[in-house]
């Protein structure tokens, strides 16, 4: 325990950490414990997610607050899963500390929250939305608080929260101390510290926020393929333990009900699911009783798991911070990982934007071909089986197999076996599981305008964001033009934007009756030209939907590019 006690730490709190198991403090410790210890400044604090952050601010807290039952320090952040984790965390690391610690946040009985505060409280833990609600009803009082903090800032600025945080810093006393942690620092961020912190030392890592432990690569599939795709991946691998992030509920719940039908054992997380039955999810993927988890970014939030296999980008994270958050979950504690994007055709700018502000490698390869999948699973089997026979423990099987032999004695062994097999495994192994996946149109054809064989491309002025998925827009669309379902085809979705493929005759139809439906100025449906189609919108999409297009990266989030230890993929270059 040295090293911690160097950082300036109490006996009392090195042995509560000796007992806990911690050895080493990580490197965003090391720089802010002395700082916060010390009482002269503000901090911000910049570190990836799953690096001790917690610790770092909250054995600070527990050296240097004593119970009075007032409000000393108040934690905001983003999400109800990083609520309890941090408050979770800080009462395993205060030992004897008497100090009370309550969390406030949506989906939890309010009444329950009302009784902890009235109780009198020291830290209070909580979401924006919940903790701005007991200010406004007045029973939640700030006035003294001593320690305002921060946690996961870039992600409450990505979830619109910035105004909310605004709104409580002014119910808190001007000399407090503020503490802001973040993965990232935009701008926003920034103008945030320079309007409410004083003098402040800002401390980040060197670490960086992808290693060498994860394989980064993409797959350029159609939309309606990604499931099949999804499919392949999770049965070629010898484990597969991982999250895929999805875009909208709607697409969580499909995934999830989908793969469920197949008989995987996955569930889905997003904030229209209960509180209880998130921490049921929760628990049953930590303990991987779940090996596929289908979540948006905001349910994925503080989970924190070291031993993911993998994580599958199902649509294509929002911007580079969002990416580096989400494939960050994978390659920790040094184990390898891999992360894998499905791109569309027309994703492939925001893919390079991607590369390009995080100055990573991301390599194309291709999904994985049937003959390989079913290759790999004999693999899995006959290991099964080798495995099997040598725990010894089938004695009870013995005397069967021997009367199965002598009731077949015109068979050879292979014979009896291969019959076996078939009736064990030949459902799984029927090639027929899986479905013919069409090749991506290649880019850079110079058309004007997007005819694929007698079709046309359409744009759509309305994304995720209106609560749009795919079965609603097709719906939405063949009605309003009295066209058919089924010659709404390659339906691609953005948060602010979609774009689908009808014939050309269908697509005269629908751009007549839609050019009187207005969105804005323009007509809610336009045909799609080649640029824009590329692109991923044209400049009036991107004033509509600015968080697609206007992020500015900075040096701060850059990642370590490429892999220089890869292991043998099974995915093959293309």
Known sequence: MENFKKLGLSAKTLETLKIKGFEEPTEIQELVIPVILKDETDVIAQAQTGTGK??????????????????????????????????????????????????????????????????????????????????????????????????????????????????????????????????????????????????????????????????????????????????????IETKFYGIVFCRTKVEVDEITSKLTE?????????????????????????????????????????????????????????????????????????????????????????????????????????????????SSKKEKIEADIKDNIQENKNKAYVEWAKSIIKSNEDKTTEDIMASILKLAYGKELNEGNYNKIKPVRERGEKREKIKLNGKSRLFIAKGSSASIDTKSLIEFIAKKANVSKKLIEDVDIHENFSFVTV???????????????KAGKKPLIEEANQKRNSNGGNSRDRNRGRSRDSYKGNKGSKTEGGNNNRRNSKYRKK
Do not use: C, W
């Not at 961020?189 to 993409?218: D, F, S, V």
């Not at 509180?275 to 905001?298: G, M, P, W, Y």
């Not at 599958?312 to 929002?318: A, L, M």
């Open 54 to 235: 917690t610790a770092a601010f909250g054995l600070p807290l527990i050296e240097k607050l004593k119970k009075i039952g007032k409000v000393q320090a108040i934690i905001i952040a983003p999400t109800r899963e990083l609520v309890l984790q941090v408050t979770e965390e800080i009462n395993s690391l205060k030992g004897s500390n008497k100090l009370d610690i309550v969390t406030i946040y949506g989906g939890q009985s309010i009444d329950i929250q009302l009784k902890r505060l009235r109780r009198g409280v020291d830290i209070v833990v909580g979401t924006p939305g919940r903790v701005i609600d007991h200010l406004n009803r007045g029973t939640l009082n700030i006035s003294e608080v001593k320690y305002f903090i921060l946690d996961e800032a870039d992600e409450m600025l990505n979830m619109g929260f910035l105004d909310d945080i605004e709104i409580i810093f002014k119910k808190t006393p001007k000399d407090k101390r503020v503490m802001l942690f973040s993965a990232t620092m935009p701008d926003r961020i920034r103008r945030l510290a320079e309007n409410y912190m004083g003098k402040y030392t800002h401390a980040k890592t060197k670490t960086k926020l992808t290693t060498n432990l994860t394989e980064q690569i993409y797959f350029e599939v159609n939309g309606r393929d990604k499931l099949e795709a999804l499919t392949r991946i999770i049965d």
């Open 262 to 374: 197949k008989g995987y054992f996955v569930d889905g997380l997003h904030g229209d699911i209960s509180q209880a039955q998130r921490e049921r999810t929760l628990k049953r993927f930590k303990q991987e009783i779940i090996s596929v988890l289908i979540a948006t970014d905001v349910a994925a939030r503080g989970i924190d798991v070291d031993n993911l296999t993998h994580v599958i980008n199902y649509s294509i994270p929002q911007n580079p911070e969002a990416y580096v958050h989400r494939i960050g979950r994978t390659g920790r504690a040094g184990k390898k990982g891999t992360a894998i994007t499905f791109i569309t055709p027309s994703e492939f700018r925001k893919l390079g934007f991607i590369k390009k502000v995080t100055n990573t490698d991301i390599k194309k390869e291709e999904v994985p071909n049937i003959k390989d999948i079913i």
């Open 503 to 517: 014939p050309f005759k269908e697509a005269k139809q629908i751009l007549d009756v839609f050019s009187k439906v």
